[in-house]
C-alpha cells in the first residue's frame, strides 16, 4: 500500500531545505518512496493524509536507563561529585529494600520509559551502561540503539583486563538488528589515560565513536591540575585510587589534546564546565558533542556555553540522561531549555540536534533524515504553521508538546 502524506511544512533534514506544501510517499513498511513539493509526487498512491508538520523521527542520543525505576530525583544543586555520592548511596538502599520486598523489575521499568520515549516521537536512543542489564528489555522493545558500553576503572593496572572483559560480554551477547555496540569511558576522574588510550583504540580500530562524559563539573579540572580535591577523596574512599598517578597539571580536554586521544571518533557528553579554549580545542579535532540540558541544570546549575560549541563547529545532539537527575525521557524538553536560553541560534540546529546530527553521532544510519529508501519513522506534528520560515517552524516544533504521533515506525538497519 502506498501512502502520500502531506503537510503545510515538510522537514526532511539532513541539509535538505524544508519544504512548503510538501509530501512524502511511503510504502507499507514504512520505506519512503518519493519526497518533495505536492503538486510533483502525482497521484500514483492507495490513500492521502493530511498535517501541519512532518520530519523524521528525533533520536535520544545519551540515556541511562539503569535508573529507569527511579521516581525521583537525586537532590543535586552542589556539584556532580555530592550528587554521585547521594546517587550511589541512593541505589544501594533501594538494593536493600528490594532484596527485602518484591520490586518493580528493571525490565518493566526500561519498557515503560521506551514506550514514553516512543509516544515523546523518539525512534532510537544512545543507552550508556555499564552493564547489559538493560539490554533485553530494549532488544524486546524494537527500539534504535546504540549500546553504549560504559567502563569505569582509574588504576591504571587494570585496564587490560577491564577492557578485555567488555569484550567477553559483547561476544558473549546475540545483538538483534535494531542495537549495535560501541564502547565509552566514565569519566576523567574514573577512568585511567591507559583505559581511556585501549578504548579509543578499540573503537577506532572498529571503525566506531566512543564516548565520556567529559567538563561536566569544576572538580574534574581540579583532580587534573593539582591531584586533589572531591574526587581524590571520593577514589580514596571507595578503594579506587591510584597511587602511581601523576596528575597532568591541565585540564583532561589538554591533556587528551597532547595523548593524541581528540578525533572525529571522540563524543563529548556533557561540556557543561568546558571553556571556550577547550570548545576551540574540540572543535580543530572534529570532536562532537552530545548535550544534557536539564541534567546539568539540576545537578551542577551550569549550562554549556552553546554559542562557542556552535562558533566552533562541533556537531551536537540531544540526550536526557539518567532518571537520577532528570525524570523526563522526552528529548525536545532538551532542545526547549536550549532554545529558550539561546533564541537566536542558527535556524533549524536544533531541529538536527535532534535528528540527522543525533542519527550521524550514534552512528545509526537510516535514521533522522527523509530520504528516498530510508525507513526513518515518520512523525506527524498537527500544529498551526507559522509559514515557511525555519526560525519559526522550529520553535513551533519544539515546543509542541503532545502534538506529536507517529505514522511509521522505523525499521531495523
Not at 591504571?156 to 535494531?178: D, H, K, M, N, Y
Not at 563547529?313 to 532538551?334: K, M, Q, Y
Amino acid at each position: 500500500m502506498r501512502t502520500l502524506h502531506t503537510a503545510d511544512i515538510v522537514l526532511p533534514m539532513g541539509g535538505a531545505p524544508l519544504i512548503e506544501r510538501g509530501g512524502v510517499v511511503v510504502d507499507g513498511d514504512g520505506t519512503i518512496l518519493a519526497v518533495g513539493e505536492r503538486e510533483h509526487l502525482g497521484s500514483a498512491f492507495d490513500a492521502e493524509l493530511h498535517h501541519g508538520i512532518l520530519m523524521p523521527g528525533v533520536l535520544n542520543a545519551h540515556v541511562h536507563l539503569t535508573d529507569a525505576r527511579r521516581e525521583e530525583r537525586v537532590p543535586g544543586g552542589d556539584g556532580l561529585n555530592a550528587w554521585v555520592r547521594r546517587l550511589m548511596a541512593a541505589r544501594g538502599e533501594e538494593a536493600t529494600r528490594d532484596a527485602a520486598r518484591a520490586a518493580v523489575p528493571l525490565n518493566d521499568a526500561v519498557a515503560a520509559a521506551l514506550l514514553e520515549m516512543k509516544r515523546a516521537g523518539t525512534v532510537a536512543i544512545g543507552e550508556v551502561a555499564n552493564n547489559y542489564g538493560t539490554f533485553d528489555a530494549i532488544a524486546r522493545s524494537g527500539m534504535h540503539c546504540r549500546f553504549i558500553h560504559e567502563l569505569i576503572g582509574f588504576r591504571g593496572v587494570r585496564a587490560a583486563a577491564i577492557l578485555e572483559a567488555a569484550l567477553e560480554s559483547e561476544a558473549a551477547t546475540a545483538f538483534p538488528r535494531t542495537i549495535h555496540h560501541t564502547l565509552a569511558a566514565h569519566a576523567p576522574y574514573s577512568v585511567s589515560p591507559g583505559l581511556m588510550q585501549l578504548i579509543a583504540e578499540t573503537a577506532g580500530g572498529r571503525g566506531r565513536r566512543f564516548h565520556q562524559h567529559l567538563a561536566e563539573d569544576p572538580a574534574e579540572r581540579e583532580l587534573y591540575m593539582h591531584g586533589g580535591g572531591p574526587w581524590r577523596d571520593y577514589l580514596e574512599q571507595v578503594g579506587a585510587w591510584d597511587d602511581a598517578w601523576v596528575p597532568p597539571g591541565s585540564g583532561p580536554i589538554a591533556f587528551y589534546e597532547k595523548a593524541g586521544l581528540l578525533s572525529e571518533r571522540f563524543v563529548a557528553v556533557h561540556l557543561a564546565e568546558a571553556t571556550r579554549d577547550e570548545l576551540a580545542t574540540l572543535g580543530r579535532h572534529g570532536v562532537r558533542a552530545i548535550l544534557s540540558p536539564a541534567s546539568n541544570l539540576h545537578i551542577t546549575g551550569l549550562l554549556p556555553d552553546l554559542e562557542a560549541i556552535v562558533r566552533e563547529g562541533i556537531p551536537f545532539a540531544l540526550g536526557t540522561d539518567g532518571r537520577g537527575s532528570g525524570l523526563g525521557v522526552d528529548v525536545f524538553e532538551e532542545a526547549h531549555i536550549l532554545l529558550q536560553r539561546w533564541p537566536d541560534l542558527p535556524p533549524g540546529i536544533l531541529l538536527q540536534a535532534l535528528t540527522d546530527v543525533a542519527a550521524d553521532t550514534l552512528e545509526l544510519p537510516g535514521l533522522g533524515r527523509l530520504a528516498v529508501g530510508a525507513q526513518p519513522g515518520l512523525l506527524a506534528l498537527d500544529l498551526a504553521v507559522p509559514g515557511p520560515d525555519l526560525r519559526q517552524v522550529e520553535r513551533a516544533v519544539i515546543t509542541s508538546g503532545a502534538d506529536r504521533r507517529y505514522l511509521h515506525q522505523p525499521a531495523a538497519s
